[in-house]
């Protein structure tokens, strides 16, 4: 299966809370997906902590983000991209754990949201410049 720029994904393993040894779920927003390379993602939060709406594409402190809105599905609250620095995700793990059901598509950005989302996580202090190659690449094809 292919990933495309814009699918949101429900990871149930996503990280350790190292206090409790549990493994947390989150949801990785994919931004770009070149053939034969790992896939640039942010996750989202719905956690506000001084994240702002309006601007919807903050740069700032104390946590940069991209306010989505409420993205439907099983994502019924107020959700933003987090645009602190995230690695890039194995290809071919984030297809083994789809196979083996840890991770499943949750639902797909509209292109208007997906474009605004790409353009803000390009720009963010965090984001390589590797990574913003990549979704630079994405925005091109979409316009």
């Given at each position: 299966?292919?990933?495309?720029?814009?699918g949101?994904?429900?990871?149930?393993?996503?990280?350790?809370?190292?206090?409790?040894?549990?493994?947390?779920?989150?949801?990785?927003?994919?931004?770009?997906?070149?053939?034969?390379?790992?896939?640039?993602?942010?996750?989202?939060?719905?956690?506000?902590?001084?994240?702002?709406?309006?601007?919807?594409?903050?740069?700032?402190?104390?946590?940069?983000?991209?306010?989505?809105?409420?993205p439907?599905?099983?994502?019924s609250?107020?959700?933003?991209?987090?645009?602190?620095?995230?690695?890039?995700?194995?290809?071919?793990?984030?297809?083994?754990?789809?196979?083996?059901?840890?991770?499943?598509?949750?639902?797909?950005?509209?292109?208007?949201?997906?474009?605004?989302?790409?353009?803000?996580?390009?720009?963010?202090?965090?984001?390589?410049?590797?990574?913003?190659?990549?979704?630079?690449?994405?925005?091109?094809?979409?316009?």
């Amino acid at each position: 299966m292919a990933f495309f720029p814009g699918g949101i994904f429900r990871h149930e393993r996503f990280y350790l809370d190292r206090a409790t040894g549990v493994l947390h779920r989150k949801y990785p927003f994919i931004l770009a997906a070149p053939p034969d390379r790992d896939l640039v993602v942010r996750t989202l939060t719905s956690r506000a902590h001084g994240r702002r709406k309006n601007p919807a594409c903050f740069h700032g402190d104390p946590y940069p983000g991209f306010y989505l809105g409420v993205p439907g599905g099983a994502l019924s609250l107020k959700t933003w991209v987090d645009l602190r620095a995230q690695d890039d995700l194995d290809v071919d793990e984030f297809h083994r754990l789809q196979r083996q059901g840890v991770v499943e598509w949750e639902l797909d950005l509209d292109e208007t949201a997906l474009k605004a989302a790409l353009d803000c996580v390009a720009g963010a202090q965090d984001t390589t410049r590797q990574q913003e190659q990549m979704i630079r690449d994405v925005l091109a094809r979409l316009d």
